[in-house]
């Protein structure tokens, strides 16, 4: 199986830009897909595909993909968007799905 | 509105077994993939097992490979996970997640909210 790795720790300042990435060999085959996750709640798909949004999702929060490294990309971080992240894709059989370790926003 | 509502969480004791389901609602059940997810405490998300729409087809994860067997009722709009010879390092919580249908994604676009699995003696 794949491994998808994420930084464990990203800040930004309120209302700046922040890239939050997912290497692995499997993003050069699959689109990744990232997800929200706030302390005691489930997880939010907040990115999906090329570069989707799901209804209800701000447009301040974008995808990118180039080579093994997918990215998530918030401009104009709310503190609101204080949470955890995960990005997950299929891994190298195509039939099992593998996550990032997740990666913790903190908006200073 | 999509609802998923899991359900069977608990403390159980190392080897025993426990059965997880999840209520669905707001969709058309039959028609999509469904998935386990789970999470130990203080961790990230560990994806455990898949089913497809009409239950033909189920990979899961090595860590629970053998141990745990998921079903589906398309009659009754629900999703099940048999877990057996439990171990201390499953405890976790279990979220049902939707599969979006978008073929070779991996997108789970709706998720339970929870249920947590603890194993302990």
């Known amino acids: 199986s794949s491994e998808l790795t994420q930084d464990p720790a990203v800040s930004v300042a309120l209302g700046q830009t922040v890239r939050i990435t997912c290497q692995g060999d499997s993003l050069r085959s699959y689109y990744a897909s990232w997800y929200q996750q706030k302390p005691g709640q489930a997880p939010v798909l907040v990115i999906y595909g090329k570069n989707n949004r799901p209804s209800g999702i701000p447009d301040r929060f974008s995808g990118s993909s180039s080579g093994n490294t997918a990215s998530l990309t918030i401009t104009g971080a709310q503190a609101e968007d204080e949470a955890d992240y995960y990005c997950n894709c299929r891994d190298s059989s195509g039939n099992h799905v593998v996550f990032g370790g997740g990666t913790k926003l903190t908006v200073l | 509105q999509v609802q998923l509502v899991e359900s069977g969480g608990g403390v159980v004791q190392p080897g025993r077994s426990l059965r997880l389901s999840c209520a669905a609602s707001?969709?058309?059940?039959?028609?999509?993939?469904m998935h386990w997810v789970r999470q130990a405490p203080g961790k990230g998300l560990e994806w455990v097992v898949v089913i497809s729409y009409d239950g033909s087809n189920k990979y899961y994860a090595d860590s629970v490979k053998g141990r745990f067997t998921i079903s589906r009722d398309n009659s009754k709009n629900t999703l099940s996970l048999q877990m057996n010879s439990l171990r201390a390092e499953d405890t976790a919580v279990f979220y049902c997640?939707?599969?979006?249908?978008?073929?070779?994604?991996?997108?789970?676009?709706?998720w339970g909210q929870g249920t947590l699995v603890t194993v302990s003696s």
């Open positions: 997640a939707k599969d979006g249908g978008f073929g070779e994604a991996a997108v789970f676009d709706y």
């Open positions: 707001g969709f058309t059940f039959s028609s999509y993939g």
